[in-house]
């Protein structure tokens, strides 16, 4: 089995969420993509997808997309753009007009960066995610959003989750192994499973017990050496996910999953994160995100 219910729960309470009673949008179609939410958007009439990934916390606009139909928009300074292998600085642009979700919206401060064919135009982080509720229905490959007032997560949260005071991250705790509790970076554009601080893997013996594979993996900047391994159970929320893929940096491989924001003078001091949650943990669930709150509900899919 790919999940089963945490045996430590007597219960696990099942939550709906009507349409009737709450402010919702009709259900949105996304197709997945090596892991990868893709929704359909339109910018300067070109149909394209947009990746959600709420790891990121800017949006960015595809500098392919850009070069390939030779277009223009307004310059809006530029921006030091952190990645698991690095930082580098990117241009912004403003006043760009997408349809999404079925209406035209304005965005500004989008970080111009290769996102792979031209066809992928945006990348959608926290300054959309913060403005809605999000439901996001992976099985069934669809989301819809709630109006922020008219949903009270606070009667359906059932996973520790926080937006991190020293990045604006959003972390949930998890177990891992059933050896370790670890706040990680809940991130939908994470296509793997788990990306771990290689200290603490080492430090529980799972390098040694668990066979691992060498190879390479691509961050928003920069490439890195990496080792990965499965690892036999997470515990997310009230369910237990077994045999997740995970992977580690290879040793001496420098990272920067370190819950402190290194390019900013905060003196909000974050949690200890221990590193990513992505898509092969994720991919069973329908998830109910509150990312201005940092409050979550994880669910099953309706049975049809």
């Known amino acids: 089995m790919l999940f089963r219910y945490a045996y ?19 259900w949105v179609d ?13 910018i300067a009439g070109i149909e394209g997808k947009a990746i959600l990934d709420s790891g990121a916390q800017i949006n960015a606009i595809n500098t392919s997309f850009i070069n390939r139909h030779n277009l223009s928009f307004k310059k809006s300074g530029k921006v030091n753009v952190q990645g698991v292998y690095g930082t580098q600085q990117h ?29 992928t135009q945006l990348i959608l982080g926290a300054s959309l995610m ?5 439901q996001i229905d992976y099985p069934n490959s669809r989301l819809r959003l709630f ?24 972390i949930v705790k998890v177990e891992l192994n059933g050896q370790k509790s670890a706040w990680l970076v ?18 529980l013996g799972w390098l040694e017990d668990y066979a691992t594979i060498s190879g390479e993996s691509r961050g928003v900047n920069k490439s890195g050496l990496v080792e990965h391994f499965q690892l036999p159970e997470v515990k997310f929320g009230p369910y237990v ?7 580690v940096p290879a040793k001496g491989q420098k990272e920067l999953v370190s819950g402190q924001d290194r390019r900013t003078l905060s003196r909000f001091k974050g949690k200890n ?4 949650l992505g898509y092969d943990v994720l991919k069973h669930f329908v998830l109910t995100i509150d990312y201005q709150a940092g409050r979550m509900h994880v669910g099953l899919p309706e049975e049809s």
């Not at 430590?8 to 009709?26: D, E, I, K, Y």
């Not at 994160?273 to 990513?276: D, E, H, P, Q, V």
């Open 91 to 119: 241009q912004m642009y403003s006043d760009v007009m997408a349809t999404l979700f079925g209406a035209e919206i304005e965005l500004d401060k989008l970080a111009s960066m290769r996102i792979g064919h031209h066809e």
């Open 8 to 26: 430590r729960l007597l219960f696990v309470v099942s939550v709906s969420f009507p349409c009737a009673t709450f402010a919702v949008t009709n």
């Open 186 to 203: 809940m991130d939908t554009g994470n296509n793997g499973g788990l990306f771990l601080k290689r200290s603490m893997a080492d430090g």
């Open 241 to 247: 996910v077994e045999n997740v893929a995970s992977t």
């Open 130 to 134: 913060q403005r809605f509720i999000f």
């Open 147 to 170: 109006e922020r007032d008219n949903l009270d997560m606070t009667q359906f949260e059932n996973i520790d989750m926080q937006i991190n005071r020293s990045d604006g991250q959003p």
């Open 30 to 42: 996304f197709e997945l993509i090596n892991g990868h939410i893709n929704l359909p958007v339109s």
């Open 273 to 276: 994160i221990k590193g990513l």
